[in-house]
């Protein structure tokens, strides 16, 4: 089948790659001029290299990344409240890059059917045909499209004009530092406090990959004004170890975006177009599963695609995928909202309920994550 994936993002290159691999002749479309990413690190759950097992990708992500067996939920007093066993079943969960996730995935699609500097600027369909218009002038006719153009989807706004993200309510900050923390091995930290969250992540070698939440106004100018300094006072309260990786952070090379979502869409598919990523169901990072589940979707369009007939791949793509990535929406919506928090009060309440749920009652929480259908 000839196939265009419109961007080279996580999902995009994951997409093409297994397209590819599975023998379609797919083009990808992107509109940066480079494939260089700009990133902090990534967890990839178990749930994901279960999904992405049969094929040679999954060898080369586990094989890169750094395992993490449990995320501990402290308070900014660095007072025990929980922790999150990850599921260790068949695969293990691993933090990576995201430059070196791009890096392998890029090597799944052959260098010369990546297109650069071609924004989509739109499509038209007939039955059983999609041809694409791009600003550059280029216009070029698919049997399937695959939209992986993110968050902010064009192609998602041409068949809901009125699905538009929905700003969460807090800024998060982002890092990665090279820096011998006194913590176990292979676990996460999770500082929850009255002014934000801050949490710890190892990655390989040594590196540890950041990240911090504070409630604020949608692109609110006090926190884009914010760098280094500003965020080691902001959290000069916080255990010891926020303050050690805080100042083991270059001045330069921090990240900066608020978080948004989008509300659940009923269908990712228009004919012969196929919504994918973040542009079918941006979430929250509060769980970890964005990228994971934009690589979720590509394995069960490539599965279903090389399958059955196309018609019946679409739709059975759509009642899969609709239905598992809304719970992780919606989820990811609900643990934002309990950990975001500023009132002493509920602080308190959360604070006891998380310190008296054992452990297992917590992780049972996201064992749905591992029971995804990818046929
Ligand atoms: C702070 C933060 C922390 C996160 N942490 C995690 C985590 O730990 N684990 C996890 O799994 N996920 C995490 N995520 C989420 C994850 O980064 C995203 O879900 C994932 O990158 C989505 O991939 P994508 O391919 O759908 O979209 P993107 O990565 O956004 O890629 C879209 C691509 O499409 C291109 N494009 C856009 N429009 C067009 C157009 N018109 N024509 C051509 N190209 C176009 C863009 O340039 C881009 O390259 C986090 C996100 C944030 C913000």
């Known amino acids: ?10 999902g995009g290159l994951t997409a093409a790659g297994l397209l590819c691999q599975t023998g379609h002749d797919v083009s990808v479309y992107e509109k940066r001029n480079s494939l260089d990413q700009v990133g902090a690190g990534l967890g990839i759950g178990s749930n994901v290299l279960k999904a992405l097992k049969q094929y040679k990708m999954a060898y080369a992500i586990e094989q890169e990344g750094a395992s ?26 691993i933090t990576i890059h995201r430059n070196v ?35 550059n ?19 998602r ?39 934000g969250r801050f949490g710890i992540v190892p990655l390989k070698d040594n590196e540890l990959y950041w990240f911090c939440t504070m409630n604020a106004k ?50 990712f598919i228009s004919g012969r177009v196929v919504l994918i990523g973040d542009a079918a169901h941006a979430t929250t990072p509060n769980m970890g599963q964005g990228a994971g589940q934009s690589i979720e979707d590509a394995v069960t369009l490539t599965n279903l695609i090389n399958d059955r007939d196309i018609e019946s791949a679409l739709k059975r793509y759509d009642k899969l995928r609709t239905k598992h990535t809304k719970k992780v929406i919606l989820k990811s919506r609900k643990i934002g909202k309990s ?10 309440i959360r ?12 992780s049972k929480k996201v064992k749905f994550l591992q029971k995804a259908k990818l046929e």
């Not at 002038?137 to 192609?155: M, N, P, Q, R, T």
């Not at 900050?173 to 091995?185: A, T, Y």
Request: glycine share 4%; aromatic share 10%.
């Open 1 to 10: 089948m000839k196939i265009a994936v419109i961007g080279a993002g996580i």
């Open 68 to 93: 993490l067996r449990k995320i501990e939920i402290r308070s900014d007093l660095d007072v025990f409240l929980n922790s999150l066993i990850m599921n260790q079943d068949e695969h293990e969960n």
């Open 101 to 135: 996730l791009h890096e392998i995935l890029k090597t799944y699609v052959p260098s010369d059917r990546i297109y650069l500097n071609h924004e989509l600027k739109e499509f038209k369909q007939t039955a059983d045909t999609v041809r694409l218009y791009f600003e």
């Open 137 to 155: 002038g280029v216009e070029e006719k698919f049997d399937l499209v695959v939209a992986a153009d993110g968050i902010h989807s064009k192609v």
């Open 157 to 195: 706004t041409n068949i809901y004009p009125k699905a538009i993200p929905k700003y969460a309510g807090y800024t998060c900050f982002r890092g990665v530092v090279n820096e011998n923390l006194d913590i176990e091995q292979e676990v996460a930290l999770e500082y929850w406090g009255h002014k």
């Open 218 to 267: 949608e692109n609110d100018l006090k926190f884009k004004s914010f760098e280094k300094p500003h965020l080691q006072a902001y959290f000069n309260q916080f255990p010891n170890e926020v303050r050690k990786v805080l100042d083991a952070q270059e001045e330069l090379g921090i990240l900066q975006h608020d978080m948004y979502d989008l509300a659940p869409l009923k269908s």
């Open 339 to 348: 950990a975001q928090t500023s009132s002493t009060l509920k602080i308190k």
């Open 351 to 362: 604070n006891n309920m998380l310190k008296r749920l054992s452990s297992k009652s917590l």
